[in-house]
Every structure is written in C-alpha cells, then in structure tokens.
C-alpha cells in the first residue's frame, strides 16, 4: 500500500474507533487517534509480518500495544485486517469479545495490557528469546504511552533490553505529552525524551507520528545491525485529525453525543483537520 | 531418601533442577541478583540460560513472562518479598492471567532473614499471592518436598510460586507412596487435635504434639500442607475428620494467609470443631536475631505452641 492510501486508510480507522467509541458510549479517544498512524504505517506498510487467517503463525512478528487503554485503536486495526470480524467494533465494552483493555483472548492481541509499565519487560523476553534462539528475521514492536514512561518498570526493561542488545526490538514511544489531567511537562518534566532512551544505551529516534512518509522511511530502515534496541519518540497529537480533540486532555477518555460525532465525522470524511 | 536428611534445601532444589534444565534447553533460570551455592554448577555449565538481570524483580517477572510466551520454560529467583509483594501485579496480570509457564522460587520465608527486619521477612507473601487466580502455591518443608517442586516447576504447566528454604530441614516422615500429587501430607495422626502447618514450621508443630503428648497426654496429629493453592479442599477434609480440634501453624501474618483460608473451607463446609489459628496477628516484626529467637518471641515455636494450644484445649473441651 502506497502513502497516500495509507493516510486514507488511516482516516478510515479513525472513523471506525469513533463510532465503536460513540456506540460504547466511552473509550480512549484521544490517545487512540494520536497511534492511529504508526500502527497504519506497522501493519500495512508491509513492516509487522503476521497472517490474519492464523494469529499464532510461528515466524509472526510479536506487537504489544504497552498503552493498553488505546485498545480500540487496536481492534479497528485488527477488524479490518480481517482477524475477527468487524461488527465485533459495534459491541465495544457490551458483552462481547471486545474490553476497554486488549486480552490476549482476542485473535492477534499478544498480552493482556492495561496497566501501564508492563509492557516493556515482557517484549524484552520475547526479543531475548528470539535472539537466543537465532530467529534472526522476526522483530518485536511495543507501542508505549509518554505518561507510561513515569513507571519505573520502564526503565528497569529499557536498562535490560540495552544491557543485551536486543536489536530485534524497536519501541515507540506515542508522545503526545497529554496525560489524564493536562501537560506531561507542566505536571512532571519527561524531557529530554530522546536523550533518556540514549542514556540508557537505545538507538532512540525522533519523528512526527502523523507523517506516513517518514514513518514508512523509518521503519524501512530497521536493521538488526545496530547491537541496540530502537526506540521511536513518535512526536504525535493526542485526537489527532479532529480539531476539537486535538491537544486537548479532555479527550483522554469519555464519551461522545450525537452533535460532536457528527462534527468529528465530517471533518475526518474530509480527511481530517488541516495544519496547512 | 537418608542421604536427604541434612541436605540445603537450596541444594536439594537446584541439583534437581540442574538435571531438569541439562535435559530440557528450553529451560532458563533468572536471578534477581539473587544466588546459591549450589546454582553455581548451572550457572558455569549454561551461562546462556542463567541471567542475572540485576535488582529489578518487576523487569524479572516480566521478561519471564515474555520468555515463557516463546516457548520457555522459566525459575525466576529472588528473596520472598521482591518475588512476591513488589511484583505482585506482575505476578497476577503477566504469569497468572497469561497462564505462563513461570516458576517463581522464593527464597525467604517467615523469619529465614531473621536480622533484616520486616523489609526481609517473608510474612506477607502467601497472604498476598493467595489472592491471585490461576496460580499454584508450593511451600517447602523438607528436602524430598523441595525436590519434588523442581520436578513439578517442569512437568506441570502453569505459572507457580516456589518458596523453598535456606540451611537444612530434617526429612518429615511421610507415607511410602506420597508422590507430592495430592497438596498435603499426613505426618502423623491425633485424635483429640490436628495441627495443619505449611513451610518449615512444621518442624515445630511437631515438636508441640511431642510436648503435648508427654506432658497433657494429648494426642496430636500433624499434616503438611504443602501445597497452599489450590487447596486440596477433599484430602484436608479428610485428615481432619476424626480429630477433635483443628489448629493451623504458620510463620507469617493471619490476615489472609494459609490459617485463613482452611478456616474458610472449614465454615464452608460446616465443620464445626474448636479451631484456632497461629501466626503473626496484624503486628509488623522489628525484632532482630536467629529465627529461634523470633519464633520464640512470637510464640511459634514447639514448646510456646504446645503451651497455647494445653490453655486453649482446657477451654475448649
């Protein structure tokens, strides 16, 4: 798939985690759209091997979504990729298959996440395992929040994973430097982000999380080369492509009404908000 | 079993263990900067499956966590209350809820570090990791029973939390075809009281049917509860069922520990008998000195639990 239609395919998604979010009547907006485009970019950029027909597919490659409360983001993904099906959006949180938080219940989610800092370690065994192991082909990707970065257990797995050179494993770091209840730099400091993941031995890159070229480019050009595992600081816009939710820490979880869908909708049909 | 007898539990342990791991090269052993004498063999023979990962115990459950859902099969080492109370949402959401193949060995139980304070003591992790669903709780009272842990760390699936002990246990007299299968064993029977004990206690539990026995002319019996969760609810039930009195001894807090949940089973299953729990009650320990000394402190040894339970059995006739 060609940039331009994975940015269509990105919309696209976005609208489907809107209505599951509008039908469920809440969910994690904000910090789903601000991922919306790297996992567009991981899944059908051609760059995470998995087979949607056989979730357990050996040589898969491994993702966890670390910030597990953009779950939906997640099942929009998996949905139309054809590992359950969609209508499965529709039930959200209303006794189905699909919770606010993934399970590993679900086809292609491979842990349980949901509280936050967990993450890390395990990818760091399973990145361990395959290089144990020689599987020198498949690579292991975690999708972590900012906010999820104040959890110690981030920093014991990213010491770790250095520690071992696990080159197998890129971590992304969604920085759309919003928590629950405002700035991550007006409530506790998290910069210098990059020079954090430097410090403790990762080949750590910055890039704009809405830029499918650049995402394209960068994960294209992972190599197991380095000796150091890969950390992205995804620079990213929380409700990113709705121009009320953008940047705004309001849209970090709730519900949306019928007058506000049909706002967010349109300007996502148009293609989203436009900085230009 | 003789040449048991004065065994490290640590050693009965880990040699089982290096014969397992030299076999099975799925096998990995993690320390929290944890060692053993006797972990050294493995540690020298297969330095690629023995990873010292540092202090970091949440890293530790984690990465054994992602280890184990790539195949292996994971000893994840550290003292009681790192491997337990610091990682118990680890515990509980990575191992237990994934239903990984994770063998916590826990190495500190009750008084073991009896000069380090509460910071060291390992009183609160039963209570703690009881609460967990889908998780299988081992407590070591003698070297064949820490033996056959390390077999079952292999053999069965599953995560499981492993406390095994530091220094010597004698061998408890078990019947010849106790194969560790059933949860618990009966080490001896008593018709006016039963002392149900799970870990090293036992040892005193046994000699306070001694002291009862010489001293108020009761008979005592003792059961091993060696396996904690799931709680072998129909074997216990029978071992109690022609004994008078129900005691359970354990060197940790009450709140929640193992006393508290065969009071449940007991309630449950209306078996109403005298009973009384023996433990650490809602009292944090600082106290420093040999394990002896607190257990005799905290009137857990032989002769004070003999002494409770004579007062107690008056009263309860």
Sequence with gaps: MNSKNL???????????LKAVKIAKKGHIGGSFSIVDILVAL????????????????????????????????????????????????????????????????????VASGSL????????GM?????????????????????????????????????HGLHNLCAIIDRNSLITHGSTEDINGLEPMKDKWCSFGWDAHEIDAHNMDDLLNFFRSLSNNSGKPVALIARSVKGKGVSFMENNAAWHHGGIDEEKYNIAKEELERGGVSHE | MSDLSNVDMRDAFFDVFYDLAAANPDIYFLSADHGAFSLERFQRDFPDRYINIGIGEQNMIGLSAGLSLSGKIVFSYGITPFVSLRVLEQISLDLASMGANVNIVSVGAGFTYSTDGPTHQGLQDLSAVLTTPNITVLNSSDPASTRAFAQMGVD???????????????????????DFSSGVSSIKEGADLTIIASGAIIHEAIKASQFLRDEYSLEVGVVDLYRVKPLPEHELLKLVKNTKKIVTLEEGYLDGGMGSMVAALLAEQSICKPFKRLGINNHFCFDYGTRDYLLDLYCLNGRKVADTLAVWCRGNV
């Design chain 1, 7 to 17: 940015i269509k395919k990105a919309l696209q998604i976005r609208l489907d985690i």
């Design chain 1, 43 to 110: 899944y059908y950029g051609g760059i995470i091997r998995f087979d949607a027909s056989n979730p357990d597919w050996e040589n898969r490659d491994r993702f966890i979504l670390s910030k597990g409360h953009a779950g939906v983001a997640m099942y929009a993904i998996l949905a139309d990729l054809g590992f359950f099906p969609k209508e499965e959006l529709d039930f959200l949180n209303n006794e189905r298959m699909l919770g606010e938080h993934p399970d590993q219940f679900i086809p292609g989610i491979e």
């Design chain 1, 117 to 124: 800092g967990h993450g890390l370690p395990i990818a760091s």
């Design chain 1, 127 to 163: 990145a361990l395992a395959d290089k144990l192991d020689q599987k020198v082909e498949r690579k292991t990707f975690i999708v972590l929040g900012d906010g999820e970065c104040y959890e110690g257990s981030v920093w014991e797995g990213a010491n770790f994973a250095a520690h």
């Design chain 2, 156 to 178: 069965k699936k599953g995560p499981k939390y492993i406390r095994i002990e530091k220094g010597a246990l004698p061998l408890l007299e078990r019947k010849e075809s106790d």
